[in-house]
């Protein structure tokens, strides 16, 4: 994608008039902008309406280091500008840390209004003596400029790019979708929020020193908070987070301004025209460059390439039972301890003094009517809910206390029981993400047999949501916790299907060597996982055993019936 577009821009600047060739630079710096755009917002899933601020701070440092002589010039001065931009970045990205939506935009925008105020007060270095920022040699020509910023363009692609396929650029699609589901799979919201911010920062100060570079001196009106909010509607109406979005936006952003002004139409209406698009593509939930992507697999599927819909056969060893897992327990600590848990909402006691056990290797149900308390006490076990009282031991080490993240990290994973899986993943790449460990393709594809009807190249936004739920099972064992907490994953699943996976539940420690805590309401398919089972009713333990014989006991009964119906 990268070379393509450098060697379309070559052909351009070799025919194009220099009129167009001055537009065309403008159209690469932008979606420069709208590149920085794509990680914090298109990414990331943030809002940031003062990405101008972070490219005036780039076109400022330039101006200085053109007013001191730096050697090296604009090849040097470039980068330069864009780490001096992280700093501010990485202090704008703290209140992100606690704020989001509305509220990080409002943080934002004030940010934008600020910057406006201190332009306006002060000048650009060398603004005021007349000294304008050199180009050096080999940049002279606005032809060798424009290939310059295309080349600059294309490096942040393939930087990204590269980026994207680590674990810090799928910890970014991850934080979009689910913070909660970013945290229990180990990994620190605060830092991949910060990243974001400190990343998004350097490329939009890249964009002001380019900026710098094509207008010899730039003026305050060029960084105004308003353009700011254009190119964010830019941003989401062209998807920017992909290389062809940030390309067609800052091409669409040129085009229009100059056909509103052939048509004699006042700038501001291109911000209206943006801003509809926006909305219209925030209705659709995706860009043009998601739909363009979108349009091609499907291109491609109908060519013969489409993922199988058939669940790849169980491993050909048996199937474990209740009682063969039971057998496989080792000595030692147990998995997960938790003594005496309570957790209090104001006057009202979700959990009371609640013990749970379970033993390494081991599957063991939690179960209960509505409103018993289950889902407090998962979220109060995996760190959720930091004002819980009770000691919680995994593994017998002590994780009271420590954040989500770190309990993750200690041994601790958890399914949710609404759909948290990022759709901007793939299936292999989000499987990567969740386990934080090195997977052979054998793994991938082990972990997806017998489970998950879809195949690692498969991206998640087109799969529905039982096999969804089904990967994030998946996702949660291959990491090999010590124990996996697995909140309702037989959830809008047929009978068949529920005790399939009852069947695959039961074999977990053997294939894996993780214990599983399994919250259920599908009782058949918790007689089939588990040994144990343990039964909460408003927020109190009040019996524990194996299945059978618990789900028998007239207090049970009681609990899930009424008084009337066990009489």
């Not at 056969?313 to 039972?321: D, I, K, N, R």
């Not at 949660?476 to 068949?496: C, F, K, N, S």
Request: hydrophobic share 50%; aromatic share 6%; with cysteine.
């Amino acid at each position: 994608m990268a070379a393509g577009l450098v060697a379309f821009c070559y052909t351009l600047a070799a025919g194009l008039p220099a009129y167009w060739v001055f537009l065309g630079m403008s159209a690469v710096i932008s979606g420069v902008v709208l590149q920085s755009l794509g990680v914090v917002v298109g990414q990331a899933g943030m809002i940031s309406l003062c990405q101008l601020s972070f490219a005036a701070v780039g076109a400022w440092t330039t101006g200085q280091l053109n007013v001191w002589h730096v050697p090296g010039g604009l090849y040097l001065w470039v980068p330069l500008s864009g780490l001096v931009a992280v700093p501010l970045g990485l202090l704008i990205g703290l209140p992100a840390l606690r704020l989001r939506g509305v509220h990080l935009a409002i943080v934002t925008l004030g940010f934008a209004a600020a910057a406006d105020v201190l332009l306006v007060t002060t000048t650009f270095p060398g603004s005021d003596q007349g000294i304008t920022v050199g180009r050096p040699v080999g940049l002279e020509s606005d032809r060798q400029y424009f290939l310059f910023c295309c080349a600059v363009f294309a490096l942040i692609a393939v930087a990204l790019s590269a980026i994207r396929r680590t674990r810090l650029g799928a910890s970014w699609r991850a934080l979009r979708e689910s913070e909660r589901a970013t945290a229990a799979a180990g990994t620190s919201v605060p830092r991949a929020k910060l990243s974001a911010f400190a990343v998004s920062a350097f490329i939009a100060g890249v964009s002001g020193s380019l900026l710098a570079g094509q207008l010899a001196m730039v003026v305050t009106q060029n960084f105004n908070g308003v353009q700011s909010m254009t190119f964010y509607a830019v941003a989401i109406m062209v998807g920017a987070h992909h290389v062809e979005g940030a390309l067609i936006g800052g091409a669409l952003g040129v085009l229009v301004s100059e056909l509103f002004q052939r048509l004699g139409i006042p700038q501001q209406w291109s911000n209206l025209f943006f801003t509809v698009g926006a909305l219209q593509a925030l209705s659709q939930k995706s860009g043009m460059s998601d739909a363009l992507r979108a349009g091609l697999r499907s291109r491609r599927r109908r060519r013969g390439v489409a993922q199988s819909t058939a669940v790849a056969p169980l491993p050909e060893q048996p199937a474990a039972t209740a009682t063969d897992v039971c057998s496989s327990a080792s000595a030692g600590p147990d998995a997960l301890e938790v003594t005496g848990l309570t957790v209090r909402y104001g006057p009202v006691t979700a959990v009371d003094e609640a013990d749970l056990i379970i033993p390494t290797g081991t599957v063991v149900g939690l179960v209960g009517p509505n409103g018993a308390g289950k889902s407090s006490l998962v979220d109060a076990v995996s760190g959720f809910i930091p004002g819980a009282v009770g000691s919680i031991r995994i593994a017998g080490q002590q994780v009271d206390g420590l954040a989500v993240h770190r309990r993750a990290r200690a041994g601790l994973r958890r399914t949710f029981q609404q759909d948290r899986v990022p759709t901007g993943l793939t299936v292999g790449e989000y499987l990567r993400f969740t386990s934080r460990r090195a997977l052979t393709d054998q793994d991938v594809a082990e972990g997806l047999a017998g489970l998950v009807a879809a195949k690692p190249d498969d991206h998640i936004a087109e799969l529905d949501v039982g096999t969804r739920r089904l990967l994030e099972v998946a996702g949660v064992l291959l990491a090999r916790p010590t124990v996996a907490v697995l909140d309702e994953p037989a959830a809008g699943l047929g009978h068949t299907e529920s005790a399939r996976l009852g069947v695959w539940l039961a074999s977990v420690p053997r294939r894996y060597g993780s214990a599983v805590l399994l919250i259920e309401h599908d009782l058949d398919l918790v007689r089939t996982a588990c040994e144990q089972v343990t039964v909460l009713d408003f927020g109190r333990v009040i019996a524990k055993g194996p299945p059978d014989e618990v789900f028998d006991r007239p207090n049970v009964l009681r609990a899930y019936l009424g008084e009337e119906s066990v009489a």
